[in-house]
């Protein structure tokens, strides 16, 4: 399995996705790379008033590879009072 996430190297922090993305160290992560090509889009399309534009030289695409990705009981992460 793989996973995606928009990565600028001048600020080093991912991008939360969008038109006008936030940029966290944590962001967005997205596990269909199609998804993640049309938020770039998004981005690149902009608004009506922003017009087009193209990502800066700075952002790169994070690909990560999960080799064996598991299923844990949500039930066992949370303690109740």
Same mark, same amino acid.
């Given at each position: 399995?793989?996973?995606?996430?928009?990565?600028?190297?001048?600020?080093?922090?991912?991008?939360?996705?969008?038109?006008?993305?936030?940029?966290?160290?944590?962001?967005?992560?997205?596990?269909?790379?199609?998804?993640?090509?049309?938020?770039?889009?998004?981005?690149?399309?902009?608004?009506?008033?922003?017009?087009?534009?193209?990502?800066?030289?700075?952002?790169?695409?994070? #690909?990560? #590879?999960?080799?064996?990705?598991?299923?844990?009981?949500?039930?066992?992460?949370?303690?109740?009072?």
């Amino acid at each position: 399995m793989k996973l995606y996430k928009i990565f600028d190297t001048a600020t080093g922090l991912y991008s939360s996705g969008g038109v006008n993305p936030k940029w966290t160290k944590v962001g967005k992560t997205w596990s269909v790379r199609g998804q993640m090509i049309s938020s770039l889009k998004v981005y690149c399309h902009g608004t009506y008033r922003s017009g087009k534009r193209l990502p800066p030289d700075s952002w790169v695409v994070h #690909e990560f #590879e999960v080799a064996n990705p598991k299923s844990i009981s949500a039930k066992g992460l949370v303690s109740t009072p």
